[in-house]
């Protein structure tokens, strides 16, 4: 029950990841984002599609899907709440749900707050984490659906999963997540470190990617919005961390 993974962009700033099963040969992509770069991914890789796990509705992550099911005969699995919002799809999954891909089982976590919709793939044998743009590197996604009570909620989902676990998420945003990280965590020597190592990797084009989620609960301040000194730093010490959450996100969107 092994997994490899095959990372790369597309468009602008979408991660695009394959999650091969070399028991069986199938291969998963965590959403489609754009047809070339997988196909190319899949062709570099020598591996065929049979799958596609989607996260959201988002056109970023599903423009893809219907001209590769027409090309590969894939199988489209979206969440239940979602899927009259995604193309194409043949399974639906909840929370507390499963998916296989091959010997790969990953558990349904149903994180809503980017879109009301929107789910992540946790492969627990394999420690790995798929959590599109509900939880970034260092950041975490814009609420255009959902209230920043269900985004605290969904995130503290994804944190209450093992330290050794492989976060992936949906784009490249580390460097700009940094940037805003220091200036509401600023006494977070682990948080200053890896902002130091993310304009170092981003200089000469590295991905950032993947993280392990321990390094995300001491650096990322969406993970800590229950953390005293977070909310000391915003001006909002001893308030609920929904409350600092709400506060923190907004500063991220007028950064």
Not at 157 to 177: F, I, M, Q, V
Not at 220 to 230: G, I, K, M, S
Request: with cysteine.
């Amino acid at each position: 029950m092994s997994a490899l993974i095959e990372l790369f962009l597309c468009r602008t700033d979408n991660f695009g990841v394959l999650v091969h099963d070399t028991d069986t040969g199938r291969t998963a992509a965590i959403d489609a984002p754009e047809v070339e770069a997988i196909e190319a991914a899949l062709t570099r890789r020598g591996w065929r599609l049979t799958d596609i796990l989607v996260t959201h509705h988002h056109e970023d992550h599903v423009a893809g899907i219907e001209s590769l099911k027409a090309s590969y005969g894939c199988r489209v699995v979206a969440a239940k709440a979602d899927a009259h919002r995604i193309p194409a799809v043949d399974e639906t999954v909840e929370e507390g749900g499963s998916v296989s891909v091959g010997t790969l089982t990953a558990g349904i976590i149903d994180t809503p707050g980017h879109t009301v919709g929107h789910i992540s793939y946790h492969f627990p044998e394999q420690k790995l984490l798929f959590a599109a743009d509900t939880l970034f590197s260092l950041g975490c996604g814009r609420l255009f659906e959902g209230t920043p009570a269900q985004m605290w909620t969904s995130l503290l989902k994804l944190r209450a999963l093992p330290d050794d676990t492989a976060l992936y998420c949906g784009h490249e945003y580390t460097l700009s997540n940094a940037r805003f990280a220091v200036t509401v965590d600023p006494t977070n020597e682990d948080l200053a470190k890896r902002a130091k190592e993310v304009e170092a990797q981003r200089a000469e084009h590295e991905f950032t990617l993947p993280v392990l989620l321990g390094a995300e609960k001491r650096e990322n301040p969406f993970l800590r919005a229950d953390a005293p000194a977070v909310a000391k730093a915003v001006g909002l010490e001893g308030a609920d961390a929904a409350t600092v959450f709400a506060e923190l996100r907004e500063r991220k969107n007028n950064f």
